[in-house]
């Protein structure tokens, strides 16, 4: 298991946040060089059970540029545990982009499907199958036990003080858990960085576990992914490198930037309550910059 020693709850102003606000961020990018961010902690009920079933490895799936399946291969390495990844989308001459040469180099077997095959549930039982002493993890580790990990992150530090909680949504998993773990009167924001998303309420109602009226509100916000997952603007980056300026804290262009640029115009816009005190959850990620040249980020 990790140590959350490394994680750390950091407090921030800068030149756009209202002075009747105060926030904060909790730095789950700190917990490990590549098991970043929420990922590990969709990978540790995961990874537990696989080792109490005595199966051989741990069989998932996802993109080629799948933060997931690079933190699969490094956290199933230290757990030594076998593992195959399915990747949506031919390889390319046998090149490797970092993601997946990361995967590769920490003993992950990869298969390249089609993207129309990906999207066909034969598919996934075909490779189920195939390896039938293989646990099995969705893509992005959406789960039940990937939620009920999720449910570990507001425990690492005290945070029932916090009146609303935001992160970004890939697969609403790290959302659900910290639905399921958080205290009633917060309230739950999830922005969706992948275009037309609607299905993504489903999803995360599908992990919740407390009963209705023993929830917190939450909700989903749509408006926020710059045109689409890993779509960027020239406005995101500027905003990346002046939040860093402001702050020392680096965001990604896929999850945490288009995170923090959303809280940015909630909070102009008068979204939060006056004395609201707002917790950002880093999720990782900071992999995803690699894509962008040298000397596009400031850090």
């Known amino acids: 298991m990790l140590s959350y020693d490394n994680i750390t709850l950091d407090t921030f102003q800068t030149s756009w946040l209202p002075a009747q606000l105060s926030a904060a961020m909790l730095r789950l990018d700190k917990i490990h060089p590549e098991v970043s961010g929420n ?8 990874i537990a059970a696989a080792t109490a079933d005595h199966c051989n490895g741990i069989l998932t799936f996802g993109g080629a540029y799948s933060n997931h399946i690079a933190a699969t291969a490094v956290a199933c390495k230290e757990a030594g545990l076998a593992c195959m990844g399915i990747i949506r989308g031919q390889e390319h001459d046998g090149h490797l982009n970092h993601t997946l040469q990361t995967a590769e ?6 298969v390249f499907v089609t993207r129309e095959d990906y999207r066909n549930n034969i598919t996934r039982k075909t490779y189920e199958a195939l390896f039938p002493d293989y646990h099995v993890v969705p893509e992005g580790g959406h789960n039940a036990l990937g939620a009920k990990g999720c449910e570990d992150i507001l425990s690492i530090h005290p945070t029932a003080h916090y009146t609303h909680i935001l ?5 609403g998993t790290t959302l659900a858990g910290l639905i399921n773990s958080a205290a009633p009167h ?4 999830g922005i ?11 999803e995360v109602a599908s992990l919740l576990h407390l009963p ?5 509100q939450w909700q989903l916000l749509h408006d926020h992914h710059l045109g689409g997952y890993a779509k960027k603007t020239p406005a995101l980056i500027d905003f990346i490198n002046t939040f860093y300026t402001e702050t020392g804290i680096p965001t990604d262009i896929i999850y945490t930037g288009k995170l923090v640029m959303a809280f940015h ?5 008068g979204y939060f309550p006056t004395g609201s005190r707002i917790l950002l959850i880093h999720t990782g990620g900071l992999q995803g910059n690699l ?3 040298p000397g596009v980020l400031s850090f």
């Not at 917060?186 to 924001?189: A, D, P, S």
């Not at 115009?265 to 816009?269: F, K, N, P, V």
């Open 105 to 110: 180099d920490n003993g992950m077997g990869l």
């Open 39 to 46: 990922k590990w902690f969709k990978l540790k009920y995961n």
């Open 212 to 216: 209705q009226e023993n929830r917190p």
């Open 192 to 202: 969706a960085v992948l275009k037309g998303a609607a299905y993504l309420e489903e």
């Open 291 to 293: 894509s962008l040249p």
């Open 265 to 269: 115009h909630l909070a102009q816009q």
């Open 167 to 171: 992160c970004a949504v890939g697969t």
């Open 186 to 189: 917060q309230h739950i924001t």
